[in-house]
Nanobody, 127 residues
């Protein structure tokens, strides 16, 4: 079992930045691919970004490409999501996810690929 806890959400003005963290416990996260999803009010949860267990392969949704950066520190068992140039449409609850995989370069793009989810952290971007 892996427990994931997100932190770093909050209220920020448009154009600002936030850095989300995802602290993992229970297992060494280096064997897990990680991802971030988000859910805005009244909308379905959507993919944001994913990173391979090695950290060398990443993938981004078009809506965040060039603004968000995903990273991880396996020594700290923590994943990160740096969000820059935030827009009001980025307002959502952000979820960290993890999937055990033997494949170093694997990244998951769909919700049903992931085994573990955090509780989410609220990000609100004001205009």
């Amino acid at each position: 079992q892996v427990q994931l806890v997100e932190s770093g959400g909050g209220l920020v003005q448009a154009g600002g930045s936030l850095r989300l963290s995802c602290a993992a416990s229970g297992r060494t996260v280096s064997s897990y691919a990680m991802g971030w999803f988000r859910q805005a009010p009244g909308k379905e949860r959507e993919f944001v970004t994913a990173i391979s267990r090695s950290g060398t392969n990443t993938y981004y949704a078009d809506s965040v490409k060039g603004r968000f950066t995903v990273s991880r520190d396996n020594a700290k068992n923590t994943g990160y999501l740096q969000m820059n140039s935030l827009k009001p449409e980025d307002t959502a609850v952000y979820y960290c996810t993890a999937k055990f995989t033997p494949t170093t370069m694997y990244v998951g793009l769909r919700e049903n690929e992931y085994d573990y989810w955090g509780q989410g952290t609220q990000v609100t971007v004001s205009s």
